[in-house]
């Protein structure tokens, strides 16, 4: 794993338009198939079923959202997360999606990780079709960027804790450490920014209002990002809090509180109520604000995941010829399989 005091002093930001934009073509990606990843020796096998009630704490369970759009991201996270395992043939991925091309994306996903053990569970779009109200962008708006809130509803009883990662990240420790954080007494575990502005992720409508405003009180709420969670699903399940933030949607509809797609019905239930995890494991917004997706530094600190939340994406940035300095720590992880010869932005002289 590469230090992150080398990659402070190899990479600066500097600032470049980004090429982001959904793909003309609804073609699913290919991909290089990749090499196998086996346990270390320290490692006992771990099995596990869908079916039954039996819980294996050994086995690492990890939930992303599968699409055209994003396969890239996917596949270049499910890379990173099993070359940096210790234990990488004991994790399972738990990939949700909504389009009918489900099998093309199985077929994908098992020819290009052939020895990786996943699910792939249908989302049905109308579940929150009717509660989105429109964004700041576009991709915020999609039904799938909806679907952790259903992540205890999709997956078997036998999963019992869950990492949610985003499609536009890769991992460069272990997971197994963000896996074995102790959650307490919460339901959910992400890392928390307790120093930006709360009252810029609600409308003028929200704080005028008496009763939404006063969701806030007693609570030391702080800003977190959704794109990593560790959830404890037996607590979500138990405290019906898919219900809960789809209340907070439906609120939404009918009186815009908010302009920022899945984020804030989560601030609203959990802020204040979240286990602190290092702010090592989601170095988040690399991809830029939600308008421009201008090119980012790293936050001070160590690394140990890198997520390119925001409007630029590190993949069109790249095939565009016009990448940002980080953009090269994803590009390893990269397993696109070009249609034609493509020379990499990267050592083109």
Request: with cysteine; hydrophobic share 40%.
């Amino acid at each position: 794993m590469m230090p992150p005091t080398f990659i402070f002093l190899l990479f600066t930001a500097v600032t470049v338009a980004a090429a982001a934009h959904f793909p003309v073509s609804g073609d699913i990606p290919t991909f290089r198939e990749a090499q196998a990843f086996r346990n270390g020796r320290e490692c006992r096998r771990a099995a596990w079923s869908a079916v039954g009630a039996d819980h294996n704490p050994a086995v690492i369970h990890i939930a992303m959202t599968l699409d055209a759009t994003y396969l890239r991201g996917s596949v270049a996270g499910v890379f990173s997360v099993l070359q940096h395992a210790s234990c990488p043939e004991n994790i399972v991925f738990h990939f949700i999606a909504t389009t009918h091309r489900r099998p093309e994306l199985r077929q994908t996903i098992a020819a290009t990780f052939p020895s990786l053990t996943f699910r792939l569970y249908y989302f049905d779009s109308n579940l929150v079709r009717g509660k989105i109200s429109y964004s700041i962008r576009r991709a915020l708006d999609q039904p799938l960027n909806y679907a952790r809130i259903y992540l205890a509803d999709l997956l078997p009883a036998t999963v019992r804790r869950i990492i949610y990662f985003d499609s536009d990240l890769i991992v460069v420790d272990d997971v197994a450490k963000l896996w074995n954080i102790d959650l307490g007494t919460h339901v959910l575990g992400a890392p928390e920014y307790c120093h930006a502005n709360f009252t810029n992720y609600f409308t003028r409508r929200f704080w005028s209002n008496p009763s939404y405003a006063a969701s806030f009180k007693g609570r030391d709420a702080c800003y977190f990002n959704t794109g990593v969670m560790v959830i404890d699903l037996l607590k979500w399940r138990d405290g019906r809090y898919t219900e809960k933030l789809e209340n907070w949607m439906r609120i939404q509809k009918r009186n815009r509180i908010y302009e920022l797609g899945s984020l804030p019905p989560f601030l609203l239930v959990f802020a204040g109520d979240v286990e602190r995890v290092e702010h090592r494991w989601n170095q988040h917004g690399l991809g830029g604000d939600n308008l421009e997706g201008l090119c980012r530094d790293l936050h001070p600190g160590p690394v140990s995941l890198l997520h390119w939340s925001g409007k630029g994406k590190p993949w069109l940035r790249i095939d565009s010829k016009k990448p940002c300095p980080l953009d090269s720590l994803w590009a390893p992880y990269d397993l696109f399989r070009h249609s034609s010869s493509v020379s990499s932005v990267f050592t083109d002289s």
